[in-house]
């Protein structure tokens, strides 16, 4: 009789842990999958540079609060985990860009930019993620 009773706690503790570590993992991805919507729902959308405003002070402020480390040109340094880099390729001709990062545009002031592109239309053509975490790691935004 004890060993049946021994042989059913078993189960039982071997099914709770089964259970926790599906919750727990479906949790994650819940959350993955919420930080990340923030950010995705403008790839292939044009939107108009105060969008982009909000975009870049919203990579400027996830960078800061997960303590992303700077280097000596304030720029921050891409940890392999949870930090996102989001450039921006303006047009200087009708042919040829100029890519600034977010870092340089916020900077020198994000209201100057929303004032200077309010107007103008953007488009997110480039989206990279980490592989280790599923995050985005990286955004492109072309002037169009």
Sequence with gaps: MKKIIIFFVIILI??????????????????LAAENQEFEQYTNKEIYGIDLGSIINKAVDKNTKNNIQKDENNIFIQNDTNSIEIEVAMKETD??????????????????????????KFKCSKVEYYESTGKIKYMLFEQI
């Excluded at 071997?14 to 959350?31: D, P």
């Excluded at 890519?99 to 545009?105: A, D, L, N």
């Design 95 to 120: 042919t040829t860009y100029k890519t600034v990062r977010m870092e340089q545009i916020y900077n020198k002031g994000t209201e100057l930019f929303i004032q200077l592109f309010i107007d103008i």
């Design 14 to 31: 071997c099914v709770i842990t089964i259970g926790l570590r599906f919750y727990s993992y479906k949790a994650e991805q819940e959350i």
